[in-house]
Every structure is written in C-alpha cells, then in structure tokens.
C-alpha cells in the first residue's frame, strides 16, 4: 500500500501561482511514476503530469506545458506541482497518484495507476 496525501491547494487569482505537493509512505516511493490529474466539476478527470522513477523524465499535457512543471524527491518521497499563470480553467480538485508502471503510455490514463490521493482543490477566480 502506498498512502497519499495532498497539499497546497487553494483560492488564487488568474495569473498567479500555487504549488501543490503530495507526501507519499508505506511501500517504496521510487518505485512508483507520479502523476497528477484533475477533475472540474462535470468532467472526467484528467492527466495533468507524470514524473518517472528516476525523476529525470517529465511528461505534460499539451496545454500545461510551460506553465506547470513537475518535481519530485526519492529521499523526501515527496512530489510537487508547481503551477504558473493559472487561468479559471485550471479550477479543479487535483489528485497525485502512483503507478507502477514503466510503459510512458500507461501514464495517461487513470486507470494505470495503483494508487491515489484525496485531492485538494484549486480554484482561480478571473
């Protein structure tokens, strides 16, 4: 089992920042890919952001590139999403979640990960 938890959500401006965290414990982080999802209300959730084992290989979708990275450390088990220039459509609850696979192409669908977080909401007011 691998316990997940969330941090750092919260009320911001268009423009602004905020930068999410999840703590991980129970089996070993740096076994596991991280991603982040979100869902809006209404929606399906969706793949945000992935980090692999080692840390050095990140994948985004589209329309966060350049805008959110995301961070991770083995020795913390921690990982992070910072988020830049935040619009009114990035308002969703935002979940961290493990996945113990190595294909690059699971790392998109929820359904490939083991593991998820609570979520913590994100909201950005225009």
């Known amino acids: 089992q691998v316990q997940l938890v969330e941090s750092g959500g919260g009320l911001v401006q268009a423009g602004g920042s905020l930068r999410l965290s999840c703590a991980a414990s129970?089996?070993?982080?740096?076994?596991?890919?991280m991603g982040w999802f979100r869902q809006a209300p209404g929606k399906e959730r969706e793949f945000v952001a992935v980090?692999?084992?080692?840390?050095?290989?990140?994948y985004y979708l589209d329309s966060m590139k350049g805008r959110f990275t995301i961070s991770r450390d083995n020795a913390k088990n921690t990982v992070s999403l910072q988020m830049n220039s935040l619009k009114p459509e990035d308002t969703a609850v935002y979940y961290c979640?493990?996945?113990?696979?190595?294909?690059?192409?699971?790392?998109?669908?929820?359904?490939?990960?083991?593991?998820w977080g609570q979520g913590t909401q994100v909201t950005v007011s225009s």
């Open positions: 980090i692999k084992q080692s840390g050095r290989d990140a």
């Open positions: 129970g089996r070993t982080f740096s076994n596991y890919a």
């Open positions: 979640a493990a996945s113990s696979s190595d294909v690059i192409s699971d790392y998109y669908f929820s359904f490939k990960y083991d593991y």
